[in-house]
C-alpha cells in the first residue's frame, strides 16, 4: 500500500507500571530478539528519573523518553538540553504548542546532546492523542477541520521545526506522507490486537494494518504488559508488524 517504507522499528514497548519493581521484571523478561524500544513515559520518570532510563540502557535496550514537553518555548528549549545529554533514542513535545516551541525545544535538543557528545535524539511531534476523537476535537477543542487535517496540519509545522516525525493514529499515516518528505516518521500508537479492548483509546488498528497503512514504528503498552505472558504477545505483534513486504 503506497510507497516503500524507509524505515520500519521493533515495536516499541510502553512501561506503564507503577514501581521499579515492576518496571524491571519487564525489562528482564523482554530481553529477547528483535529487541523491543522501551517506551518510558511519565508515570515511570515521574517516579524513578534518569536512572529508570539508566537501567533500560544498561540492560541493551533503546529508549523512548515520552514525556510529551508542552509550555513557553524558552522552557521546553532548556528541558529538551536536559533530556538531550540522558542518551535516549526518541523523545516528544506536542506540536499543539507551535512552531516556535517546537523549533526551540528541538534547538534545546541538539545542543544538550551535542555537549554530551551524544547523537541527537529523534523528535516526535505529538499531533491529536490517540484517545481523541472529532467529537472531542469539534466540541471540546472547538477545531474547525478534521481529524485528518488537523493532524496533517501539525506534522507539517513539526517537519518544518525540525522534529524527526510525528506521533498519530496509523489511520492517518498516509495522509500525512502526502504532505511530509519519505523519511519523516510515523510513529503510531493505539495498537489493538483483534478482540483486545480498546479502553481509552479510539483511533486504533491492528498491528497488521498499522503494517500496511506505512507506520514506521508502532506503540504498545497495555496488549503486551497487561498479559499473564508478555513475551509471547510481544512477539506474536512484533511478527504481525514486522512481517515481510507483500
Ligand atoms: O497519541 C498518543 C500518544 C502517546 N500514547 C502513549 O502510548 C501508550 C499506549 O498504551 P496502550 O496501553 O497500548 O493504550 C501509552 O503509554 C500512551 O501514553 C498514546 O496512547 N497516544
Known amino acids: 500500500m503506497g510507497g516503500k517504507i524507509l524505515k520500519r522499528y521493533s515495536p516499541m514497548v510502553a512501561i506503564d507500571v507503577a514501581t521499579e519493581d515492576e518496571a524491571l521484571t519487564l525489562f528482564d523478561r523482554l530481553t529477547v530478539a ?14 524513578l ?18 514525556l510529551k514537553l508542552h509550555d513557553i518555548p524558552n522552557t521546553v528549549k532548556r528541558a529538551m538540553y ?20 517546537v523549533a526551540a525545544g ?21 499531533t491529536q492523542l490517540t484517545s481523541i476523537d472529532e467529537r472531542v476535537l469539534h466540541e471540546e477543542q ?9 493532524v496533517q496540519s501539525y506534522a507539517r509545522l513539526a517537519e518544518r521545526a525540525r522534529a524527526a516525525g510525528v506521533v498519530c493514529s496509523a489511520q492517518e499515516v ?37 503494517h500496511e497503512l506505512g ?18 504477545a510481544y512477539q506474536t505483534i512484533e511478527q504481525e508488524f514486522l512481517a515481510e513486504e507483500d
Do not use: W
Open 34 to 47: 528483535p529487541r523491543p524500544i522501551l517506551k518510558i513515559g511519565m508515570e515511570l520518570y515521574y517516579h
Open 49 to 66: 528519573g534518569p536512572a529508570i532510563v539508566k537501567a533500560a540502557q544498561r540492560r541493551g535496550f533503546k529508549v523512548f523518553l515520552d
Open 82 to 101: 536536559v533530556l538531550g545529554q540522558l542518551g535516549v533514542d526518541f523523545t516528544t513535545i506536542h506540536a499543539a504548542g507551535g512552531s516556535e516551541m
Open 106 to 126: 528541538a534547538a534545546g535538543l541538539r545542543a544538550g546532546a551535542a555537549a554530551a557528545g551524544l547523537p541527537t535524539p529523534q523528535l516526535l511531534a505529538i
Open 142 to 150: 472547538h477545531v474547525n477541520l478534521s481529524l485528518v487535517e488537523s
Open 174 to 210: 498516509q495522509a500525512i506522507r502526502q504532505v511530509t518528505g519519505p523519511d519523516f516518521l510515523c510513529v503510531t500508537p493505539g495498537i489493538r490486537p483483534a478482540g483486545f479492548a480498546k479502553g481509552d483509546q479510539k483511533r486504533v488498528v491492528t498491528p497488521r494494518q498499522a
Open 215 to 232: 507506520s514506521n514504528a508502532i506503540v504498545v503498552g497495555r496488549p503486551i504488559t497487561q498479559q499473564a505472558d508478555p513475551v509471547a
